[in-house]
């Protein structure tokens, strides 16, 4: 069992910078993979960036190639999302995932993480 708690999210304007933090507990996080998703309004949720926590092998969406970065902290079983040059379409409530032992080729898809944290609101205006 993990839980997970996600932090760092607010309002900013479009350029601004913002880093979230998905904290766990409850289990040696070291063996799972985690990931960002991202759920606007009436959209289903995307595929932000995942990260393996044993070996720190990454992988991100084509969208934020380059503007966002996926890290994680094993000690402080934390993982973060640094999310730079922000846009209007970036505006999402961001979700942390978690799979013990998930495979690479699966990190994109939702339906492999069965762990889940509440969400932080990311809104992107000027």
């Known amino acids: 069992q993990v839980q997970l708690a996600e932090s760092g999210g607010g309002v900013v304007r479009p350029g601004d910078s913002l880093r979230l933090s998905c904290a766990a507990s409850?289990?040696?996080?070291?063996?799972?993979?985690v990931a960002w998703f991202g759920q606007a309004p009436g959209k289903d949720g995307e595929f932000v960036a995942a990260?393996?926590?044993?070996?720190?092998?990454?992988i991100h969406a084509d969208s934020v190639k380059g503007r966002f970065t996926i890290s994680r902290n094993n000690a402080r079983n934390t993982v973060y999302l640094q999310m730079n040059s922000l846009k209007p379409e970036d505006s999402a409530m961001y979700y942390c995932?978690?799979?013990?032992?998930?495979?690479?080729?699966?990190?994109?898809?939702?339906?492999?993480?069965?762990?889940w944290g509440q969400g932080t609101q990311v809104t992107v205006s000027s």
């Open positions: 990260v393996r926590l044993s070996g720190g092998n990454s």
């Open positions: 995932a978690a799979k013990k032992g998930a495979i690479w080729s699966a990190l994109r898809t939702q339906s492999t993480y069965n762990y």
């Open positions: 409850g289990d040696t996080f070291r063996e799972y993979a």
